[in-house]
């Protein structure tokens, strides 16, 4: 073990965030408890979230993201390993190789039960749910992990209010459930479902979840509801997926 826990990180690109990086890495000491991939994907995603939602900007939120990276890395716990891996499977595109590369760096370290199947998720069918024309619409994506049939099964619901612009992601587990509801819904008729195909929704939630805190100068699409980053990191990976 002390061959891959160095005594201090790299140089920090943000200095003055040493104390929030040291908190992630605390916080990551539960993440091998987490039962399964869903969950520690949901795990790691609520942090990604926290550290764009507080970024001024996409540089910021990469050079943090960059620290925190090496910070993990220079932890070498089993919940840092944990991090590392769920990063490189489902974070920013701009961090997942140097994520990999970290968590390649700690072979001895033991692996969460769940490590092999991060990101690892194929969709399923997608559904279009519209509840009233002050409530835009709800775009709801299934997805499943490879190899888990239906015990692997969730959903991706975002709700885009005027210009597609995100007004509330949320990531279901109980995908029955939720279908089941919105279809009781529909006999009341307060909404109307159907299915929608996965192309224009891969197209219209791509271009909605593509933004974030704008740039400097005020240039960029405008900061998300605080209620969607939770959640925001998980969701592009999953919309990355469809066609």
């Given amino acids: 073990m002390s061959a891959t826990r160095p005594s201090a990180g790299p140089e920090l690109m943000l200095p003055g965030l040493g104390e929030v990086y040291a908190a992630y890495v605390r916080e990551a000491d539960a993440l091998p408890a987490q039962p399964g991939a869903l969950q520690a994907e949901m795990w790691t ?33 089993p919940g840092a390993r944990a991090f590392l891996r769920a990063l490189a499977a489902i974070g920013p595109a ?18 969460a039960p769940w490590e092999d199947s991060l990101g690892r998720v194929v969709p399923g069918q997608a559904w279009l ?13 299934e997805f499943r992990y490879e190899g888990a049939g239906t015990a692997g099964m969730h959903a991706l619901a975002v709700r885009l209010s005027h210009g597609d612009a ?31 195909d996965a192309a224009a929704v891969g197209a219209r939630l791509r271009a909605a979840l593509g933004g974030g805190r704008p740039s ?10 605080e209620a ?16």
């Fill in 45 to 77: 995603s609520a942090q990604l979230g926290g550290l764009e939602a507080a970024a001024p900007h996409a540089a910021a939120r990469r050079a943090a993201l960059g620290d925190l990276i090496g910070r993990l890395h220079a932890a070498a716990t």
């Fill in 94 to 111: 701009e961090g997942r190789k140097a994520a990999a590369r970290a968590a390649g760096g700690l072979d001895g370290v033991p692996a």
């Fill in 129 to 141: 749910i519209q509840e009233g024309p002050l409530d835009g619409d709800r775009l709801v994506c």
């Fill in 166 to 196: 995100p007004a509330e992601i949320v990531v279901v587990g109980d995908v029955p459930a939720l279908m089941a509801a919105a279809r009781q819904a529909m006999q009341a008729e307060l909404c109307v479902v159907q299915p929608y």
């Fill in 216 to 225: 400097p100068g005020g240039g960029g699409a405008p900061p998300l509801p």
């Fill in 228 to 243: 969607c980053y939770p959640a925001l990191a998980l969701a592009r990976h999953r919309v990355s997926l469809l066609p």
